[in-house]
């Protein structure tokens, strides 16, 4: 708080406290608008796109569980009830189960056989087991930083954030 002396010395030391601490708020609105517009809006889109790998990798297995299927039934032809589009199904007959067309990515397909489209579904999993775990990661440093940033905000705003009650007191939704 500032006070007046008729020190010309004070006067001055008070006048840059005073000056120092009315820049505290814009700093505070500062960083509360970076973890509100930067880094939780950032970590949206992470999350987004760690689902996203997880939707695939989940595609990719059950592809992989039906072709396991598809190896161990020995009458052919297979009938089968396809579905064709807003669980629509009909009814078809697959002659020939030797090959297979895979989505490999990019709108692309490859005639595989069932052993070859095993391996690469294999290789596919891996691949994006390994993106999602660097995007967990990096979701995890994101919430890192805001969690960080909102414990210097606490501080800055000088709220009781002793160590023993920062944890049970300070309670930040990322998410929110």
């Known amino acids: 708080m500032a006070y007046y002396d008729y020190n010309e010395e004070s006067v001055l030391i008070n006048q840059r406290e005073v000056e120092a601490a009315s820049g ?19 970590l949206k889109h992470v999350l987004e796109e760690r689902d996203k790998v997880f939707d695939e990798i989940a595609e990719y297995s059950k592809l992989q569980t039906a072709i396991e299927r598809l190896k161990s039934i020995e009458k052919r032809p297979i009938k089968s ?12 007959e697959v002659k020939n189960t030797e090959y297979i067309f895979v989505d490999i990515g990019m709108g692309l397909h490859v005639q595989l056989t069932m052993d070859e489209a095993l391996k690469f579904l294999k290789k596919k999993i891996d691949q994006l087991t390994v993106k999602s775990e660097h995007l967990t990661d990096k979701s995890l440093d994101i919430k890192a930083r805001i969690k960080l940033i909102l414990e210097a905000l606490a501080e800055l705003q000088g709220l009781n954030t002793t160590k023993d009650s920062s944890r049970e007191k300070l309670r930040y ?3 929110s």
């Open 173 to 175: 939704d990322v998410f």
């Open 81 to 92: 009830k396809i579905d064709v589009g807003c669980s629509f199904y009909m009814q078809a």
């Open 24 to 42: 505290i708020p814009e700093k505070v609105l500062k960083y509360e608008e970076f973890v509100n517009e930067v880094l939780k809006n950032d």
